[in-house]
């Protein structure tokens, strides 16, 4: 889908696909109001190895094998590495049966790239949207610090405070996997919003909606029901619900469609030190602390909306 000229807002997506990466790359890809820059893969759901296949398999699939994918970092900034293949199976991304990627792995850096393509934009001009663990945007700050000023905002999924956590009792996994490069990217004094479990447990999909991407009788929509069936079973037993969260997509859809979303001004910090809570993101909600507003939590979605949103610009995938 081809980006009107000059209009449509820059984004870098940071991302360790991963079934709902996925679909929300795809949702990037098939929306002119967003010019995808480039892909930068993290370890997190499965190695990196997988996560960047992944991603140039979904480029494909959406029929862009023109974007640029990128391998980033390969392992938290400190501790051991945790994925999470009880959730996404072996590759990452079970379900369908998509092909091995023609497209080739761009040879830089995903640090370096990031490094660069913010210092030769307008400063303030570019969105990073993170669907993983903060390791290669941490790791970028503290490379090159004077990128801070040059990112327009970040929009990350992470997180979770009244839900809780999905992966320890009190930490979401893609914070808790990298804590510290979470510390590293919520103490840096850019624009932030987090879609933490508070929101994207509050938009379950339905059979009846993975249903209708399968009907929309395209490929994109084939593989994409295929991978949520998958996906959603891990969930669904977890929660005893009728259907799973879909996380990573609230970052693209919040960009594309902001008033399906609503949230507050909050300063929330990362835990680093207790074993116990590793990973939590501890957020001042009313404003008990001192300390000031650094980041925008959403916790509220138009359900109804961001569902249909998403299928609306599936398809016009291939
Ligand atoms: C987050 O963790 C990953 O498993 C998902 O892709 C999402 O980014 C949800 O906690
Ligand atoms: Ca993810």
């Not at 997180?159 to 809780?164: N, S, V």
């Not at 987090?194 to 009846?208: C, S, Y």
């Not at 109804?304 to 398809?315: K, P, S």
Request: proline letters at 7%.
């Amino acid at each position: 889908m081809a980006a009107q000229a000059g209009t449509a807002r820059p984004i870098i997506i940071d991302t360790d696909p991963g079934q709902d990466d996925a679909i929300a790359i795809l949702l990037a890809l098939a929306s002119p109001e967003l010019e995808v820059l480039g892909i930068t893969a993290v370890a997190g759901n499965v190695p990196l190895s997988l996560t960047e296949k992944n991603a140039r398999k979904v480029c494909e699939l959406a029929g862009r094998p023109d974007v640029k994918v990128f391998a980033g970092c390969a392992r938290p900034l400190v501790r051991h590495q945790v994925t999470a293949e009880e959730v996404h199976g072996k590759t990452g991304l079970d379900g369908p049966d998509l092909p091995e990627p023609a497209m080739l792995l761009q040879e830089r850096h995903a640090v370096d790239w990031i490094v660069d393509t913010l210092r030769a934009a307008p400063a303030g001009s570019i969105t990073l949207c993170t669907l993983g663990p903060l390791t290669n945007v941490a790791t970028a700050l503290i490379k090159a610090p004077d990128i801070a000023a040059r990112i327009g905002e970040i929009v990350l999924m992470g997180g979770g405070f009244f839900e809780g956590g999905n992966t320890t009792p009190a930490a979401e996994f893609n914070i808790y996997v990298d804590p510290h490069a979470a510390h590293v990217v919520f103490t840096s004094g850019i624009k932030l919003t987090m879609h933490p479990l508070d929101v994207t447990h509050k938009a379950l999909m339905t059979k009846a909606w993975i249903e209708s991407l399968r009907q929309l009788g395209t490929r994109s929509g084939d593989a994409a029901a295929a991978m949520l069936d998958f996906y959603e079973r891990f969930d669904m037993e977890k929660y005893g619900a009728e259907g799973g969260p879909l996380h990573d997509p609230c970052v693209l859809a919040y960009l594309l469609r902001p008033e399906l979303f609503a949230g507050k001004d909050c300063n929330v910090r990362i835990e680093t030190g207790s074993e116990l809570t590793m990973g939590m993101t501890v957020v001042d909600w009313w404003d008990v602390t001192p300390h000031p507003a650094n980041c925008r939590v959403i916790n509220a979605i138009d359900a109804r909306g961001f569902y249909a949103l998403i299928r609306e610009r599936l398809a016009r995938l291939p």
